[in-house]
């Protein structure tokens, strides 16, 4: 018995300390969970990131944690937030810039970069020092590699100031290596798409914004007499901000507004076949090129590529559109007749197509053609009229070709 009394003698303390420990350890969850509730709540993204957190971003092998990194910039924060004696608030304010791009508005304006370009930069070294030259012209080829050779041509009329970019509907790119400039052309490659379809996508005149001009062009021109640098000279001289070059009169043409006039530089308007024009200022007579080798200046260009169908590829019944981009047409649409081109009229781009019921791919591809053609005229004569209605003005007859 003696014994037993003890045992319990000297539990007793050991039991009283456990209890203490417990009720200790209650206490301090509780002054933690009520410190917690109490302390400001911290946005990640309202942190001051110092240029000293640059240095922990490292590889994946650099061994630096997310928690890391958080705790860095909870450290920077807290140290930030006490060095800043003039706030007098601690909510940062808010930023909202309406005038800002869709989507930009909680930016400040300063940082802003609405336009990119198609330069390609460095991996190292300052980015200052990147580009030894900006090219101000873009020149843009829908291509195959059966002409490759026809291309090459072509592009050696182009000097420097032009950045070369390629569109591959076949899918094959590699080939093209063997040419020096194609190492420092910018190739896209999308399997058996038109050049409409790739500038739709690719074209977009916040990222083409720094060419005054834009070259989109077929694969299977003639350029034998052809310069684009004097090109441009005229172009600018005449006041154009839509054109093509004239078209060697004995091959490949559709309409007489593209056939080169030898007698001077520049043409605006031409007599067609009899019933075709209503109107001597407007297609096919004049306010019109055709969409084989459009050049474009960057504002004619905003406003087509706006004007572009995502699901119309073939471009028919663009080029009878047009002049909605400018103002006026019929002065600033023309044909260059001083830097000609030949039409070679490959169908390679047609061979892409589907043999179906009996038919040739070309066949099908034609026929889609045609049929784009009716739907864009459809779309833009019922876009105009809803226009002319809410604005409470009678639709005209007709304001298509």
Same mark, same amino acid.
């Given at each position: 018995? &003696?014994?037993?009394?003890?045992?319990?003698?000297?539990?007793?303390?050991?039991?009283?300390?456990?209890?203490?420990?417990?009720?200790?350890?209650?206490?301090?969850?509780?002054?933690?969970?009520?410190?917690?509730?109490?302390?400001?709540?911290?946005?990640?993204?309202?942190?001051?990131?110092?240029?000293?957190?640059?240095?922990?971003?490292?590889?994946?092998?650099?061994?630096?944690?997310?928690?890391?990194?958080?705790?860095?910039?909870?450290?920077?924060?807290?140290?930030?937030?006490?060095?800043?004696?003039?706030?007098?608030?601690?909510?940062?304010?808010?930023?909202?810039?309406?005038?800002?791009?869709?989507?930009?508005?909680?930016?400040?304006?300063?940082?802003?970069?609405?336009?990119?370009?198609?330069?390609?930069?460095?991996?190292?070294?300052?980015?200052?020092?990147?580009?030894?030259?900006?090219?101000?012209?873009?020149?843009?080829?829908?291509?195959?590699?059966?002409?490759?050779?026809?291309?090459?041509?072509?592009?050696?009329?182009?000097?420097?100031?032009?950045?070369?970019?390629?569109?591959?509907?076949?899918?094959?790119?590699?080939?093209?290596?063997?040419?020096?400039?194609?190492?420092?052309?910018?190739?896209?490659?999308?399997?058996?798409?038109?050049?409409?379809?790739? &500038?739709?996508?690719?074209?977009?005149?916040?990222?083409?914004?720094?060419?005054?001009?834009?070259?989109?062009?077929?694969?299977?021109?003639?350029?034998?007499?052809?310069?684009?640098?004097?090109?441009?000279?005229?172009?600018?001289?005449?006041?154009?901000?839509?054109?093509?070059?004239?078209?060697?009169?004995?091959?490949?043409?559709?309409?007489?507004?593209?056939?080169?006039?030898?007698?001077?530089?520049?043409?605006?308007?031409?007599?067609?076949?009899?019933?075709?024009?209503?109107?001597?200022?407007?297609?096919?007579?004049?306010?019109?090129?055709?969409?084989?080798?459009?050049?474009?200046?960057?504002?004619?260009?905003?406003?087509?590529?706006?004007?572009?169908?995502?699901?119309?590829?073939?471009?028919?019944?663009?080029?009878?559109?047009?002049?909605?981009?400018?103002?006026?047409?019929?002065?600033?649409?023309?044909?260059?007749?001083?830097?000609?081109?030949?039409?070679?009229?490959?169908?390679?781009?047609?061979?892409?197509?589907?043999?179906?019921?009996?038919?040739?791919?070309?066949?099908?591809?034609? &026929?889609?053609?045609?049929?784009?053609?009716?739907?864009?005229?459809?779309?833009? &004569?019922?876009?105009?009229?809803?226009?002319?209605?809410?604005?409470?003005?009678?639709?005209?007859?007709?304001?298509?070709?």
């Amino acid at each position: 018995m &003696a014994k037993l009394a003890n045992v319990i003698g000297r539990s007793s303390p050991r039991s009283n300390e456990g209890m203490r420990l417990v009720f200790s350890a209650v206490v301090g969850v509780m002054l933690g969970y009520l410190f917690g509730v109490s302390f400001p709540t911290v946005n990640i993204t309202k942190l001051h990131f110092p240029s000293s957190i640059i240095s922990y971003i490292e590889d994946r092998n650099s061994g630096i944690t997310t928690q890391t990194l958080l705790n860095h910039a909870w450290a920077s924060a807290n140290h930030h937030k006490k060095n800043s004696s003039d706030s007098t608030s601690e909510e940062i304010p808010k930023i909202y810039v309406p005038t800002n791009p869709k989507g930009a508005e909680r930016l400040p304006p300063g940082i802003v970069v609405s336009e990119t370009d198609l330069y390609p930069r460095r991996l190292w070294g300052d980015p200052s020092e990147d580009l030894a030259s900006e090219p101000r012209y873009l020149v843009t080829f829908t291509v195959g590699i059966s002409q490759k050779a026809n291309i090459d041509a072509a592009v050696k009329k182009f000097s420097d100031k032009f950045t070369i970019m390629l569109f591959h509907y076949d899918g094959r790119t590699t080939e093209w290596d063997e040419f020096e400039w194609s190492k420092r052309a910018i190739h896209v490659s999308v399997r058996k798409q038109t050049k409409w379809w790739y &500038a739709k996508r690719f074209l977009h005149p916040d990222v083409v914004a720094r060419y005054d001009y834009i070259f989109i062009w077929d694969e299977d021109l003639g350029v034998q007499h052809f310069n684009a640098e004097a090109y441009i000279e005229l172009v600018r001289k005449h006041g154009l901000e839509i054109s093509q070059p004239g078209l060697e009169p004995d091959k490949g043409l559709t309409w007489q507004m593209t056939k080169r006039q030898g007698d001077q530089e520049v043409h605006k308007v031409t007599e067609e076949r009899p019933g075709w024009c209503t109107d001597p200022h407007l297609p096919p007579c004049a306010a019109f090129v055709e969409i084989m080798a459009t050049v474009f200046s960057k504002d004619a260009w905003r406003c087509v590529w706006h004007m572009i169908q995502n699901d119309l590829v073939h471009g028919w019944g663009l080029d009878f559109a047009l002049r909605k981009c400018v103002e006026p047409a019929h002065d600033k649409i023309g044909v260059v007749d001083a830097q000609w081109i030949v039409h070679q009229a490959v169908p390679s781009l047609g061979n892409q197509g589907n043999a179906a019921n009996g038919k040739a791919p070309w066949e099908g591809v034609r &026929a889609r053609c045609r049929k784009e053609w009716g739907i864009f005229q459809t779309r833009l &004569a019922d876009a105009e009229k809803a226009y002319y209605l809410s604005q409470g003005i009678t639709p005209p007859n007709s304001t298509l070709v």
